[in-house]
């Protein structure tokens, strides 16, 4: 099923942790990233995910423009794993310039990378566990998804305040709704990030950069618990979770 031609050697996993969003659908304060959970910043949440993976052995964190040094700071405040290496770089004006700047970090012996949104504190081992698998055996793009809830509609966007027409109903049943860490052969990535610029288009997620070049994306089941912190309510949601989980379990 997967390219054969994918020289053999060693694989070394890392993961490039997106934080330097604004977090302006949360509301006014800090960025995102590093608004806290339970007490701890949202992306140390980020970072002992990625950690917790016995397969990963890096993690890039991409920190806001101005708050690197800040960044570097909590982390050094924080338990993580010694067995993980932690780097920390600036990022940029888009998602897709941050992750870019993740990529341009990483050492040349990684050869598989995840990229994982700091919103996204309370991804389970298993779901990263279960991306990082399916990339080592060969799929160049894996992205984690749940089936949708709701029935989807693609309309014509019309002006703010106004009704808009509803174009079509894509058959729920073929949708997904896809989370992080999404998974990559590394040389695969690049080369999406290289074309995708180049071609001055934007991008919501990695692995739909991926798609424009023609590579399959292949998905393994999400969690619910992955579930990204957007919107206020998320919040709420988010410390429920991380309550249960600490009144139910070591964490
Ligand atoms: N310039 C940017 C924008 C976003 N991100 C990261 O990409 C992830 C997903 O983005 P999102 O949830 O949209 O975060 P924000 O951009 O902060 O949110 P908003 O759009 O509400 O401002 C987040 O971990 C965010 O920090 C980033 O690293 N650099
Ligand atoms: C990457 C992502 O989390 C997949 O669902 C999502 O596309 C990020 O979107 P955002 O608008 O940057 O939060």
């Given amino acids: 099923m997967y390219d054969e031609s994918r020289p053999e050697r060693p694989r070394r996993t890392a993961a490039v942790i997106p934080a330097a969003g604004r977090g302006v659908?949360?509301?006014?304060?800090?960025?995102?990233?590093?608004?806290t959970l339970g007490g701890t910043p949202m992306l140390i949440h980020a970072v002992r995910a990625m950690a917790r993976s016995r397969a990963v052995s890096l993690v890039v964190v991409v920190a806001p423009a101005d708050g690197a040094?800040?960044?570097?700071?909590?982390?050094?405040?924080?338990?993580?794993?010694?067995?993980?290496?932690?780097?920390?770089?600036?990022?940029?004006?888009?998602?897709?310039?941050s992750v870019r700047a993740g990529l341009d970090a990483l050492p040349e012996d990684v050869t598989d990378v995840l990229v994982h949104d700091a919103a996204r504190p309370l991804v389970p081992v298993d779901t990263v566990d279960a991306v990082v698998e399916a990339v080592r055996a060969g799929a160049p793009a894996v992205v984690p998804a749940l089936p949708l809830a709701d029935t989807v509609k693609e309309v014509e966007p019309g002006r703010p305040g106004e009704p808009e027409p509803v174009v079509a109903t894509p058959e729920r049943s073929r949708l997904r709704a896809v989370q992080t860490p999404q998974g990559f052969d590394r040389a695969t990535l690049v080369r999406a990030h290289d074309s995708v610029a180049v071609n001055g288009e934007g991008a919501t997620d990695d692995a739909g950069m991926v798609e424009k070049t023609g590579v399959t994306v292949v998905v393994v089941p999400g969690h619910e618990e992955a579930f990204k912190v957007t919107r206020p309510l998320d919040l709420v949601l988010a410390e429920a979770v991380l309550a249960r989980r600490r009144a139910t379990d070591a964490y």
């Fill in 25 to 35: 659908r949360l509301g006014p304060g800090a960025p995102k990233a590093l608004r």
């Fill in 69 to 97: 040094g800040e960044v570097k700071n909590l982390l050094d405040e924080h338990a993580l794993p010694d067995r993980t290496d932690i780097l920390v770089v600036p990022g940029g004006e888009t998602r897709q310039e």
